[in-house]
């Protein structure tokens, strides 16, 4: 992140202390609301960290991590992770379902930095506990998230940077814990939470090939209605019937997709509007919804009450299993996401774009590569031309279009 850019959080982070509310253009919507929340649990900015501490005694911890589910997949995760990270400033934890560190793992170097603030196994590292941080958001919001440096809640851990992603049982959904990357500038990388969804795809891809006796009971298929936001705007009930959408009622279907665990009105007229909208059109809107969907929207806070899929999450979920091309094509030029004005949806697009480039430059995959630079979001994308050149065999006839691409922006920026 560029320094004006921390400069702002910075800002927005002061004017918390003093009382007064972040400036929205000064902080992402998901730190903000972090940071309100952690203030109102009274936690202490100045010494949130000293809370961290461990509830269980050592005989106690040490079995109970050795029984959870994510025992089953340490030694996956250490094979994916550690040997890339070592001689890095970087640790990686697993966590339980409530933010517990079970494993806290890194060279000698890391491991005594991350003492130094209690990060350490057995310790907890909940929002509710510490305040904003990225195992404990991610355990919050049920999505995977990255925290930079003064994005923290606790003073004592704006030098660091985190990514942590939550673990789910492949076959119930129940929230097992989370995987994080802790640490200096290798966790502040774009890449660093695109890794961390790679392997926490991988990690439930384990569990659920030791999933249990195929002889027992399964449970019944959740009921899934399906969002689509991408190509038309659709609603598909889990019944087959399908209907057309208004841009705000699509716009509020994928913020709530986005927050499982909830928004409540002042939050999602943010979400939906830089100007002030009045709670009283939030709630026509639900209303509206229902009217049109069922009773599908809990209220206090707001969430979809029944399985919701969407074409967005089609694209992470291809993005996790590696199909980079596909995850490209699913993505097109964008449709709601690039078309919507409301600050949510657009702070979603441009997560998701951003994770998406930064897997296909890191992974290299020409087809991956190729799929990016035709698309609208990397046509001019000087890294991915160079990137391709790269990776092209020098009599691929695509290699030649791409140095051409590559010499065009230099021109362009006056570099030739």
């Known amino acids: 992140m560029a320094d004006p850019a921390l400069s702002r959080i910075r800002r927005a982070y002061d004017q918390l202390l003093t009382g007064d509310e972040p400036a929205p253009e000064g902080v992402r919507s998901v730190v903000r609301d972090s940071w309100l929340r952690s203030l109102r649990r009274g936690i202490d900015p100045g010494g949130g960290v000293d809370r961290a501490t461990d ?60 003492a130094a603030i209690n990060f350490v196994e057995g310790s907890l590292w909940s929002e509710d506990t510490v305040g904003t941080n990225a195992p404990g958001l991610a355990l919050t919001v049920g999505r995977g998230v990255q925290i930079l440096g003064p994005e923290h809640f606790a003073g004592a851990v704006q030098k660091w940077n985190c990514a942590a992603a939550p673990v789910h049982d492949p076959v119930t959904g129940e929230l097992l814990g989370a995987i994080d990357v802790t640490g200096g500038s290798a966790a502040a990388a774009p890449f660093a939470l695109a890794a961390v969804r790679s392997v926490v795809a991988a990690a439930e891809r384990e569990l659920q090939s030791r999933a249990v006796d195929l002889s027992l009971p399964r449970p019944a298929a959740p009921v899934v209605n399906r969002l689509t936001v991408l190509d038309g705007l659709t609603w598909t009930g889990a019944e087959g019937t399908t209907l057309s959408l208004s841009p705000r009622h699509a716009e509020i279907l994928l913020l709530l997709e986005a927050h499982p665990e909830g928004l409540n009105t002042d939050q999602l007229a943010m979400a939906l509007s830089d100007e002030e909208l009045g709670a009283v059109t939030v709630r026509a809107e639900i209303s509206r919804l229902r009217r049109d969907l069922g009773d599908l929207i809990a209220a206090r806070p707001y969430r979809v009450t029944t399985g919701l899929t969407s074409d967005v999450g089609a694209v992470r979920r291809l993005m996790n299993d590696g199909d980079l091309a596909a995850a490209v094509t699913t993505l097109g030029s964008g449709g709601l996401l690039a078309s919507s004005f409301a600050p949510g949806i657009t702070e979603l697009f441009e997560e998701l774009r951003e994770d998406l480039r930064s897997r296909i430059l890191a992974a290299g995959d020409p087809r991956a590569l ?47």
């Open 370 to 416: 190729s799929a990016w630079t035709a698309s609208p979001h990397g046509r001019d994308d000087l890294a991915a031309w160079q990137r391709l050149v790269v990776v092209l065999p020098a009599r691929h006839p695509d290699r030649a279009v791409a140095q051409g691409r590559v010499r065009l922006a230099d021109r362009r920026l006056g570099r030739s």
């Open 55 to 114: 509830a269980l005694p050592p005989p106690d911890f040490a079995t109970y991590r050795s029984e959870h589910r994510l025992a089953a997949v340490r030694d996956l995760v250490r094979s994916l992770m550690l040997d890339d990270l070592a001689g890095t400033d970087v640790v990686v934890a697993l966590t339980d379902q409530v933010g517990r560190l079970l494993w806290v793992e890194g060279d000698h170097a890391a491991l005594d930095k991350a």
